[in-house]
């Protein structure tokens, strides 16, 4: 990161002001695991994971070999200007999960919401309770 010092004026009821703030280079994109929780119903998994500034286009999920792979590709853009402060890091995303042989992996499914993508991991008949009747034997 840069060292450089930018003056920045700014005009306010008290008058002029004038900062110095710390000039930094723009961040490289970079490749990050995405922040996930797993939550369990009755009738399967649900997986949150969460990837700013990912839209429903840059998000590829894939089942191969009892592994789900989750990777984003942030499609957002710097903001126009010269860059004098970044706290932002545009970040490209890739997970990988091994699903349990209880999952239904033909009827998994998955939704995206503003940067957040919540797939749907359904147990297989097997692996859902079931309540059993018990009858008189008499």
């Known amino acids: 990161m840069s060292q450089k010092k930018d003056k920045i004026e700014t005009a306010g009821q008290a008058g002029k002001v004038e900062t110095e703030v710390e000039r930094v280079e723009p961040i490289a994109t970079e490749t990050v695991a995405p922040a996930i929780d797993v939550c369990e119903t009755d009738t399967g998994w649900l997986l949150v994971a969460d990837m ?23 499609g957002c853009e710097p903001p126009q200007g010269r860059a004098v402060y970044e706290g932002f890091t545009r970040a490209n995303y890739f997970r ?17 919401n503003e940067g957040v993508l919540t797939v749907m991991l359904p147990k297989a008949a097997a692996a859902q309770t079931r309540k059993i009747t018990v009858q008189s034997a008499g």
């Open 96 to 112: 990988s999960v091994t699903l349990s042989d209880e999952i239904e992996r033909s009827k998994i499914t998955a939704a995206q």
């Open 52 to 74: 700013p500034g990912v839209t429903r286009d840059g998000i590829d999920v894939q089942v191969e070999r009892g592994v789900l792979t989750l990777s984003g590709r942030c």
